[in-house]
């Protein structure tokens, strides 16, 4: 899976909820993603919209899992345009995409056993979210949790920026809040035939589901939707056939330039 190809838009909605990002800055950070194919995480840092530290506590919210002050009081939510980044870009331009779990246990933080487990019962319950179980069952702490989703998307965030002295506090699933469903695709004598897959609470959930799902099957397409109240609608696609045209016509590219010129930055 190419990282240009995860959900960013609704990510990017996320932010903008949670006061952490201006919608003017998320809409030209999307826009860069797009040309260049980077993270929006390191986007966003790069350009002084939001902390590498806060974004990491807003992604480890959506695992359902909120650092808070030892005080009990909820970490205040600024963002300063001002101040710099206070993370490091980590990797190059064309960066892949990690799903989480895979990439906590490769660096060590869980088991594969450990993670194996937490999948088990996030199967069993579809409405938990997986860094929600793995912080429960005591194999990773919050703050650790953060700082491997910061990574995820890009970013190199130290636990101890995260705060000197914090707890962990679960944030259960609201009501009316929306859930993802991820919808494997196949045409058959010229059918379209849609079978669900993984329904979840959690969009970071859904898309490193549809992630490996895509390199385990290699399915003709996948979708994402977002299910709400007020009706649904398809957040991401993913096409098979696309997918290929579009490595095709970048080959030559590379082949000649050594990279990519169509998704290369030259900015500072």
């Not at 995860?6 to 990017?12: A, D, I, K, R, V």
């Not at 963002?79 to 206070?86: A, F, Q, R, S, Y």
């Not at 609470?201 to 007020?230: G, K, M, W």
Request: charged share 30%; hydrophobic share 40%.
């Amino acid at each position: 899976m190419d990282q240009a190809d995860f959900p960013w838009q609704p990510l990017g909605a996320v932010l903008v909820e949670e006061h952490l990002v201006a919608q003017a800055a998320l809409e030209r950070a999307l826009e860069e993603q797009r040309r260049t194919g980077r993270l929006l995480g390191q986007i966003l840092v790069r350009n002084g919209a939001v902390t590498g530290a806060a974004l990491a506590r807003a992604l480890a919210k959506q695992h359902g899992v909120e650092l808070r002050d030892a005080d009990d009081a909820e970490v205040e939510r600024v963002v300063d345009l001002g101040e710099p980044p206070d993370s490091t870009l980590r990797g190059g331009w064309q960066r892949p995409w990690k799903p989480l779990g895979k990439l906590l246990v490769e660096k060590g933080l869980v088991s594969e056993r450990a993670l194996g487990e937490a999948l088990i019962e996030k199967s069993d319950h579809p409405d938990r979210r997986l860094g929600e179980i793995l912080v429960e069952r005591g194999h990773i702490t919050g703050a650790a949790l953060a700082s491997a989703l910061a990574e995820q998307h890009g970013l190199h965030v130290e636990t101890g920026e995260l705060g000197a002295d914090v707890e962990t506090v679960a944030v259960p699933v609201a009501p009316g809040q929306p859930s993802y469903k991820v919808f494997a695709i196949s045409f058959e004598f010229g059918q379209q035939k849609r079978t669900v897959v993984y329904e979840g609470p959690n969009l970071l959930d859904a898309a490193d589901f549809a992630c490996e799902y895509i390199d385990r099957t290699e399915p003709d397409a996948v979708e994402i939707d977002q299910h709400a109240a007020d009706g649904h609608e398809t957040v991401w696609t993913y096409s098979r056939e696309r997918a290929a045209a579009e490595s095709s016509a970048s080959k030559p590219l590379v082949e000649t330039f050594g990279f990519d010129p169509a998704r290369w930055d030259v900015r500072p």
